[in-house]
């Protein structure tokens, strides 16, 4: 019903004001009687409220068109077609995986999403005492750059750069732009699965990346971010952890299980599990915070002694200005 609303433009056209009935029936091309028994359900879902002979998103919707759940429901319309379903869940446990990217023509809804999603969980992150004395934050697979922001705001002596795919770094640079900080926050291309992390940081964020991967490429991640980080560097990891927050895991939490086996990453790892491939990286886990607000987890950690040797930046990975 979501979708179909989205193909037939009402939810783009509520984002912009409450219609009538006849408005919406008009614009979307089907009649009037239909439309109302098509709006009484979307109401009965959540997604409408009726006020008087007008029709509006629901809160959570209503915001704007791209600052709402919207994209998030774009996204997950696309993975219910692509792989979030009962094809790719048994090409998963048969051994595919598939690329952890978002397609394409989804990368400006994942990247809105981002930042609404960082505006919840980046002053949690932000309160980290850790940051306090550093100058060039990593910001690995990045996206929109919500947390660089946040983070370059509240501790002026940090620069950032944010690692990201190219057609998702031409959202960032809008959201640096805007946030007047093209000068502190520079966008490098960068693959998450292959790319070494370029020297001279001090710290380095991942935050939504390790459930994109196996265990295998979470250990290989890891190890790239150790490379290019000195001995009691931070690294800070913001992701779900179930089993870590108190309580049963949330409704929110099993979908994103079942998108994590979808898509072959498996993942679900304790605290144990995930500190041992910390260690074998290289970095040692000192503090894991459960955010309740959020049902994510926050880890501390820091680079330990005996760090692998350095790669070499990539040709592909060079910096440049927001």
């Known amino acids: ?83 979030l379903n009962a094809t790719g869940i048994v090409a998963a446990l048969r051994g595919h995986r598939r690329p952890p990217e978002i397609d394409d023509g989804f990368v400006g809804e994942l990247a809105e999403a981002m930042l609404r999603g960082a505006r919840a969980s980046a002053p949690h992150l932000a309160r980290l005492p850790l940051w306090r004395d550093r100058t060039h934050l990593a910001d690995l697979a990045g996206g929109s750059g919500g947390y660089a922001i946040l983070l370059c705001r509240m501790y002026p002596g940090l620069r950032a750069t944010v690692y990201d795919r190219p057609e998702m770094l031409e959202h960032t640079a809008r959201a640096v732009a805007d946030a007047g900080l093209a000068d502190r926050i520079a966008l490098a291309p960068w693959d998450l699965r292959g790319d070494s992390v370029p020297a001279g940081h001090d710290c380095a964020l991942l935050s939504h990346v390790l459930h994109l991967l196996d265990a295998p490429a979470r250990v290989g991640l890891l190890g790239r ?19 870590v927050a108190a309580g049963e895991p949330s409704p929110e939490e099993a979908a994103s299980a079942i998108d994590w086996l979808a898509n072959g990453s498996g ?5 144990d599990e995930l500190g041992s491939e910390f260690t074998a990286a290289g970095i040692s886990v000192r503090t894991v915070t459960p955010i309740a607000a959020t049902r994510t987890t926050v880890v501390s950690a820091a680079c330990t002694i005996g760090p692998p040797d350095r790669q070499p930046v990539p040709s592909g990975s060079v910096e440049r200005k927001a």
Do not use: C, Y
Request: net charge negative.
């Open 1 to 83: 019903m979501i979708e179909a609303a989205d193909q037939l433009g009402v939810l783009a056209d509520l984002a912009r004001g409450p219609l009538s009935l006849a408005e919406i029936a008009d614009r979307a091309g089907i009649e009037p009687a239909v439309a109302q028994k098509f709006l009484a359900i979307l109401v009965w879902n959540g997604i409408l409220h009726q006020n008087g002979d007008r029709w509006a998103l629901d809160e959570v919707l209503s915001a704007d068109v791209t600052s709402g759940a919207l994209p998030l429901l774009r996204i997950e319309g696309w993975a219910a077609r692509d792989h």
């Open 225 to 243: 971010v150790r490379a290019a980080l000195a001995e009691g560097d931070p690294v800070v990891v913001h992701d779900f952890m179930p089993g």
């Open 267 to 271: 993942f679900l790892p304790g605290p």
